[in-house]
């Protein structure tokens, strides 16, 4: 309820807090706190604030604590509102070794296990305790343990505020005092006098009227103990009863569930109203809650007793037996939506109700508790939080102890995708227990269903350490929900979710891709790759001069308009369930114009002597080629060009000519193209006339 209450008022804040901040900012209008400066400075505390108190709510209870202590806890039980933890401590031995030290309650914040406050009792014998609505704690046993003479029963009431006892004497029977229960204004004891059993009733207000009832008649060959009470809703009191018979073929044990009518007036009405089937039975303990009874069995012979539970309806009045299939329980619990059973291998056993029945399911196997003691010899059971008390064993390897098991907090995980297996982290919350487990779900949001089987897994305690599950077989392309929900076999956290989507291969492609050639005008240019792409793959591009788009085809021509600039050519492939990749080509240039190669063949009619004139030909040129002569002469007397850029086809040999041989020189210009040459054969030496 108080963490319910905490998130409601988180919420709240939130809330509050980020309209105080837009109403500050100027945002929301409106308002005489719109555009404070005061208001843009508080709303963001306000609302911080309250997602500290959501984020403490979502995580969980605190860490669970673990107290070893010196002197054995025989009881414990807890305020109504779950804020105390109360224990009733063995006082222990004296000098002599004879168990006479005064007993001890004592009270722990139950949130951090600090001790609050001890009470010494005025008896050595305590054995039970319980906890009124107000915080009264009563406690019975007998007066005194001295071994000369057993104590009458007695009630002893604390008062928590002043640490004050009241001791009321059960003066009707000098027996043992083992069982005790609460209403709210009456005490229920549960006793024996070695050879009946009996219960009390005692008045809160008046400790000193005590009423008995006898469970049954007196049987002289028997012992019978009474090693639970309780109280229902409807103001039924239950007790349970052990009857040890000697027989020839050795005990012979058995458990009876007797019903009182009325708790404040036990003497009106009771009777016996279940018993279990055994021939050996050994009763751990009662709980009652919504109207079922529980009571923990060890039933079969001594060595190999399993557990049993009885659960009394007490709306249809019948009693169910079923085996629970696990050890011998030390203890059990329940709050009505739950029981749970201790064993005396110190492991725990929730029991889950199965809807619309009184049946249960057993989580099995549970994981041991992580304490220095033995099995838990009591038990309190709440909605996300349980208390126990633990013993010496008879090994005397554990030592006593108090501990808290709580609910594990709510896991924050991280999802990082390696092709197609994901990572599941999240960190370990440290239960208290030896091993606690995991379970992941994973649905496929893509394709709206669940994987098959969720992952799951045991883990050593290990503090702080992360945990890490890898989910494989993943499909790429698809997004999935990753929900991690954390357990310690008594509760279940709840859960926290993560989602990732694998994203598809990429396709693959050459190393690298590069223009061929030098960029020219009019020269077609084409890609080069350097490996091979995706098989299938489509393949796109863009051809740039300098940061120009000039074409999107598999080659591109410069033109006049890219001269001086830079070419490159990005590719993108694209296969079919991959996603595409790009490769960018260095860039090359700049563009340059073309130089027309001449192919034609030019030749030189006439004689080569002085006087003569000789004419330059050439042959087929492309359509709208012009054709400019120059002439050139060697080993004259002027050897070089001998002509200027007005110079023609024909050519007169001049007297400076004789002796040397004459060229001609075609010059050709085509659109787009820079002019070309090509030289004609020399002639003969020229000759005088």
């Not at 029981?339 to 029991?351: C, G, I, Q």
Request: glycine residues 12%.
């Amino acid at each position: 309820m108080a963490k319910a209450l905490l998130g409601v008022v988180g919420a709240l804040l939130v809330i509050m807090g980020t309209v105080f901040a837009l109403q500050g900012f100027g945002v929301l209008g409106g308002s005489s706190m719109s555009g404070s400066n005061t208001w843009a400075a508080a709303g963001p505390l306000i609302a911080a604030a309250g997602l500290v108190m959501l984020l403490g709510v979502m995580r969980g209870g605190h860490r669970p604590w673990n107290l070893a202590l010196a002197k054995t806890p025989l009881d414990v039980a807890t305020t109504a509102d779950g804020s105390t933890v109360v224990v009733l401590l063995d006082g222990g031995q004296d000098s002599r070794g004879w168990p006479v030290v005064p007993d001890i309650v004592q009270w722990y914040d139950a949130t951090t296990g600090a001790l609050a406050n001890s009470v010494t009792l005025p008896t050595d014998a305590a054995s039970a305790l319980a906890v009124a609505a107000d915080g009264t704690v009563g406690v019975v046993g007998q007066a005194d343990n001295d071994y000369s003479s057993a104590g009458p029963a007695t009630l002893w009431t604390i008062d928590p505020s002043t640490s004050t006892v009241t001791t009321t004497t059960l003066s009707d029977i000098r027996g043992q005092a083992e069982s005790v229960a609460f209403d709210g204004t009456t005490a229920i004891i549960g006793g024996d006098t070695i050879n009946e059993a009996a219960l009390w009733s005692v008045p809160l207000s008046d400790p000193t009227t005590v009423t008995t009832t006898w469970l049954g008649a007196e049987d002289p060959s028997s012992v019978m103990t009474v090693p639970g009470v309780g109280i229902a809703d409807d103001g039924s009191a239950y007790a349970v009863v052990d009857t040890d018979t000697p027989t020839s073929n050795g005990d012979s044990d058995s458990t009876q569930l007797w019903q009182v009518s009325d708790a404040s007036s036990v003497a009106a009405s009771a009777s016996p109203v279940g018993s279990g089937p055994y021939s050996t039975t050994r009763s751990i303990g009662l709980a009652v809650a919504d109207g079922l009874v529980q009571v923990a069995v060890a039933a079969g012979t001594p060595g190999t007793q399993e557990a049993h539970l009885l659960t009394y309806d007490t709306a249809t009045q019948t009693t169910t037996d079923r085996d629970l299939g696990i050890p011998s329980p030390s203890a059990v619990t329940t709050d009505g939506d739950q029981v749970v059973v201790s064993t005396e291998n110190r492991d725990f056993n929730l029991l889950v109700p199965e809807a619309g029945t009184t049946s249960y399911t057993v989580n099995a196997p549970a994981p041991e508790l992580r304490l220095d003691s033995g099995g838990a010899q009591k038990l309190v059971v709440g909605a996300d939080r349980a208390i126990g008390i633990t013993s010496d064993d008879i090994s005397q390897q554990y030592g006593p102890g108090v501990f808290e098991v709580t609910a594990p907090p709510t896991p924050a995980p991280t999802v990082a995708i390696h092709g197609t297996t994901a990572t599941v982290s999240w960190a370990y919350p440290d239960t208290g227990m030896t091993s606690d487990s995991y379970v992941v779900s994973v649905t496929d949001a893509t394709a709206q269903k669940d994987l098959a089987a969720p992952y799951s897994g045991v883990w050593e305690a290990a503090s702080g350490a992360d945990i890490s599950v890898n989910v494989p077989g993943l499909t790429p392309g698809h997004s999935y929900t990753f929900s991690v929900t954390q357990h310690n076999d008594l509760y279940a956290s709840a859960a926290g979710a993560a989602g990732a989507t694998v994203p598809l291969p990429a396709t693959t492609a050459p190393s690298t891709v590069t223009v061929s050639g030098p960029p020219t005008v009019g020269k077609r240019l084409a890609v080069k790759n350097v490996g091979a792409w995706e098989t299938g793959a489509r393949l796109c591009y863009v051809w740039y001069a300098g940061s120009t788009k000039v074409g999107t085809a598999a080659s591109y021509t410069p033109k006049l308009s890219d001269l001086g600039k830079r070419i490159k050519v990005k590719v993108t492939g694209s296969a079919a369930g991959h996603t595409a990749t790009s490769r960018t080509s260095p860039s090359a240039g700049p563009v340059r114009e073309s130089v027309y190669v001449v192919k034609a063949r030019v030749t030189v009619t006439g004689t080569a002597k002085v006087g003569n004139t000789l004419t330059g030909h050439i042959g087929t040129l492309p359509k709208g080629a012009r054709v400019k002569w120059e002439w050139a002469e060697g080993f004259g007397r002027s050897a070089g060009l001998v002509r200027g850029p007005k110079s023609s086809a024909t050519y007169t040999i001049p007297a400076s000519g004789k002796g040397g041989r004459i060229v001609a020189i075609a010059l050709v210009t085509v659109p787009g193209e820079l002019p070309g040459g090509a030289v004609s054969k020399p002639t003969a030496v020229v000759r005088k006339r």
